[in-house]
């Protein structure tokens, strides 16, 4: 059972863009909701989280929208550079810990076109 | 500081093997969890251990196994490879037994053959 469905599966965005991904979860448990941005040969790198009390967070050109009717929530890149190009991972989870870790979607490779 | 480091970076081994992974986690952090990550997919949940003891396991057979040291470094083991066991291993170290905050390092590819 996939708990994190994640769209689209890969976006090609022009330089200076908005790069937008977008998740859907199942699990009405999990609490925290962080995205990684891996590059090829490397681990996932922490960009930015959120937790289901707000329904926005900005760090930089990196926004987090999460709507929790909808048990959606969704990565806004604005002016979307070339070394942004990358694969984009949604991830949820209990804050809690324990048996099901953090649960990931199956990834977006983002292209920025120069 | 150093971040996540794991050991080796690649590995190549014949199908009913066994393997063991190493990974030190980030100065001060006391949890360690274990992703599989194969190809073109996102990261699938091993273990969690934090304090040494295990705290979460996710749907993999028991196969595989893994421990935590008293200096919070740990080891992931899998007996009898497969060569569906072909895949990128990571590690990721968080402060606490939440999850938040975790931090991955750059994984062990591991090769089936």
């Known amino acids: 059972q996939q708990q994190v469905k994640q769209s689209p599966q890969s976006l090609i965005v022009q330089k200076g863009g908005i790069s937008i991904i977008n998740c859907a979860y199942e699990n009405t448990a999990f609490d925290y909701f962080p995205w990684y941005q891996q590059f090829p040969g490397k681990g996932p790198a922490l960009l930015i989280a959120i937790r289901p009390d707000v329904s926005e967070k900005k760090e930089g050109r990196f926004t987090i929208s999460f709507n929790k009717s909808a048990k959606q929530f969704s990565l806004h890149i604005m002016d979307s550079q070339p070394g942004d190009s990358a694969t984009y991972f949604c991830a949820a989870s209990y804050s809690g810990g324990g048996a099901d870790g953090l649960t990931f979607g199956k990834g977006t490779h983002l292209i920025i076109q120069p | 500081d150093a971040g996540v480091t794991q050991s080796p970076t690649h590995l190549i081994k014949t199908r009913g093997q066994q393997v063991t992974l190493r990974c030190s986690p980030i100065?001060?952090?006391?949890?360690v969890s274990w992703y599989q990550q194969v190809l073109g997919q996102g990261p699938q949940f091993i273990f969690q251990y934090y304090e040494k003891e295990e705290r979460g396991r996710g749907n993999f057979p028991d196969r595989f196994s893994a421990r935590q040291f008293p200096n919070y470094s740990s080891e992931l083991n899998v007996n009898a490879l497969l060569l569906g066991d072909s895949a990128l291993y990571l590690c990721a170290s968080s402060w606490g037994r939440r999850l938040t905050e975790a931090f991955f390092g750059q994984g062990t590819r591991l090769t089936v053959v």
């Open positions: 100065s001060g952090h006391k949890s």
